[in-house]
């Protein structure tokens, strides 16, 4: 079953944000765009690479009206614990969300029951709370902050401009397609 305009469930988790703990809710998320990435665990392998990626490109996804909230079902104490002892981690700037009861893992079903972790997912939340688009990959493969910045700024447009779509590799500026009743079909 697709997750695309599905309301994000209710939720308050805490968050390590600039070395403090901060709680952060549903509430806090309305109202602004936002990528929600999971990631399976603290001290990894993958994980940090990712991590440093989005923090490398977090202000550009400032600048588009976008925050980041990183994911896993470790708690607020191993967040901070991983920052401390790790220069990658030292550089993100976004919150880091602790789900260790599973509740924002499960609510975008990403939560791997056997394992206690979450799939390495990436979803797209619109001002209104409504995932937009996601992605879920298998765990030893890492992704890309770039093609995930572009997609919230397709996201972005076509929210603004409703009666056009963005074909592959569009960047802002370039041409969009208006669907026709004769092409719409084809979508």
């Known amino acids: 079953m697709s997750l695309i305009n599905r309301e994000i469930v209710d939720f308050k ?8 703990f901060k709680e952060i809710t549903k509430k806090d998320v309305l109202g602004k765009w936002s990528v929600f990435f999971f990631y399976p665990a603290d001290f990894t392998f993958v994980c940090p690479t990712e991590l440093e990626d989005l923090a490398n490109k977090y202000e550009e996804f400032q600048k588009i009206g976008c925050e980041i909230y990183s994911v896993s079902c470790d708690t607020h104490f191993v967040h901070k614990a ?3 002892v ?3 981690i030292q550089k993100i700037q976004y919150p880091m969300l602790a789900d260790p009861t599973a509740v924002l893992a499960r609510g975008f079903d990403v939560l791997i029951e056997e394992d206690g972790l979450a799939e390495r997912g990436s979803f797209i939340v619109n001002p209104q709370g ?3 688009a996601y ?6 493969v890492g992704r890309n902050a770039e093609e995930l910045f572009r997609r919230v700024q397709a996201s972005q ?7 056009q779509v963005c074909p592959a ?8 397609l208006k669907p026709s009743l004769d092409l719409v079909g084809l979508l």
């Open 13 to 20: 988790v805490q968050a390590f944000l600039n070395n403090e």
């Open 82 to 84: 991983w920052h401390d």
């Open 86 to 88: 790790s220069k990658t």
């Open 130 to 132: 409504k995932i937009v």
């Open 135 to 140: 992605e879920v990959i298998a765990g030893s």
């Open 157 to 163: 447009f076509v929210a603004e401009h409703g009666d």
């Open 169 to 176: 590799k569009w960047q802002p500026g370039a041409e969009t």
